[in-house]
């Protein structure tokens, strides 16, 4: 991930992990590139010095933001915008998986927040298919289910 961060954003100032699963990743990818690292909570802690960003970051600072995986892009988008309030430029969300959902790309793209996955859920369709781990009738029920999960089971 780290190589990939770096062939396409350059080298950003900060690496920030979204809480909760994107915060072992985002350590060990701010370690292996050697810069600082911080993390966004979900939601502002009700005590103490209620955070809601949790490091040191300065105006201005590029961040890439790490994410465990994308479904709406709810989680992702409000980290985004607790860094950009705090004037902070957002180069990406890198995320290890996706589902592709296009309420995610919607959203995204209303934010107007970059965002790219290492793994996606048509891929992993494709390659269970291929590797015969599932039917192509289980895959076109998955393929049913992305295009409308909410109105699926119905």
């Not at 209303?110 to 192509?136: G, Q, W």
Request: glycine share 8%; net charge negative.
């Amino acid at each position: 991930m780290a190589s990939v961060i770096f062939d396409l954003y350059s080298k950003p100032d900060v690496i920030g992990g979204i809480a909760t699963g994107g915060i072992a990743q985002g350590v060990l990818i701010a370690q292996d590139m050697g810069l600082p690292f911080i993390y966004v909570r979900a939601e502002a802690k009700k005590h103490g010095t209620e955070n809601l960003i949790e490091g040191e970051i300065q105006e201005g600072q590029s961040i890439i933001l790490i994410e465990d995986l994308i479904s709406t892009g709810g989680s992702s988008l409000k980290a985004a915008k607790a860094l950009i309030d705090a004037k902070c430029i957002v180069k990406s969300i890198i995320s290890i998986f996706t589902y592709n959902l296009p309420v995610a790309d919607a959203a995204f793209k209303k934010a107007n927040v970059n965002h790219m996955s290492l793994c996606d859920f048509p891929t992993l369709i494709e390659r269970a298919t291929e590797t015969n781990y599932i039917t192509e009738a289980a895959a076109d029920s998955l393929r049913n289910w992305m295009q409308n999960p909410e109105g699926w089971s119905k």
